[in-house]
């Protein structure tokens, strides 16, 4: 059995993972990590993964920023595996997360569902089969108790899209606000994020041409979507050397 510590248990994901934990074989939940929600004082819960974390573990992080720099600290330490899809990390707490796969295997994906993983390759076979001069938008719809805009995923799929066409960051454009704002400047690649009710997360990219566009959706109609997923990544990182590692090599499956 692989020993799971959940961090950010009594969240949406936390729940997620708990119940395809249940609907999964070979894992057993060790601990559950979360600030004070109710139900967190109770038996195999605890508010700090200092607490419990050992080697051999399998940190699984759907948290806070913050907290995922310090668990990626704590895991390098102890020698435990960590499975982290929190977003909105600045560029520090990135950094503290790469600096512990130099010591333990770490899988960290923006989105660990399938259907973006092929979306990604979709959109980035759509773009070499199309001329660089068409335009690409992407949107995205969250629940409105997202904590981060736009979303990891829209960042990750603008960053593929801008390193398809040989252009960096730069080339992102965060929404259009309101005014006289111009022609679109060639290049550009819009991003765009609508916040409201319970969507769980919809990602639109869309490549517009002269008289014609193209546009490529995933839509994650309930949180099993990652869940599944980060369950195949922490299976990898039990058997993985040390080393940052996407959602891509999960799938690979290969032996690290
Ligand atoms: P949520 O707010 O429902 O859950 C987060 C949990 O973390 C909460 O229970 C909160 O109490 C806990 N937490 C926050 N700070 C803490 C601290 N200092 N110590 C202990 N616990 C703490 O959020 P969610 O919808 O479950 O999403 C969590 C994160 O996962 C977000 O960053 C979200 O964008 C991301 N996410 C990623 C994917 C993916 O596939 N990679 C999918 C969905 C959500």
Known sequence: M?????????????????????????????????????????????????QVLAAGDVAVDFSAPAVTAALAALCAGRGAALVSGTTG?????????????????????????????????????ALGALPSAWDIEIVERH?????????????????????SRGADESALRFGRGRGRTGPRPEGEIGVHALRGGTWVGDHLALIAGPGEWLELRHVAQDRSAFAFGALAAARFVSRARPGFYGLDDVLAGGES
């Open 143 to 163: 629940h409105r108790g997202k904590a981060d805009s736009p979303s990891g995923t829209a960042l990750l799929l603008a960053a593929r899209a801008a390193s």
């Open 89 to 125: 990390l600045d560029a520090k707490e990135e950094e503290a997360v790469r600096a512990a796969a130099q010591k333990v295997p770490v899988v960290r994906a923006a989105n660990f569902s399938l259907g973006i993983a092929a979306l990604r390759r979709a959109l980035e076979a």
């Open 2 to 50: 692989i020993p799971l510590v959940l961090v950010g248990a009594a969240g949406r994901m936390g729940h997620a993972i708990e119940q395809a934990v249940g609907a999964s074989t070979g894992f057993a939940i060790k601990a559950r990590v979360d600030r004070g929600a109710p139900g967190s004082g109770g038996p195999g819960w605890c508010a700090d993964a200092a």
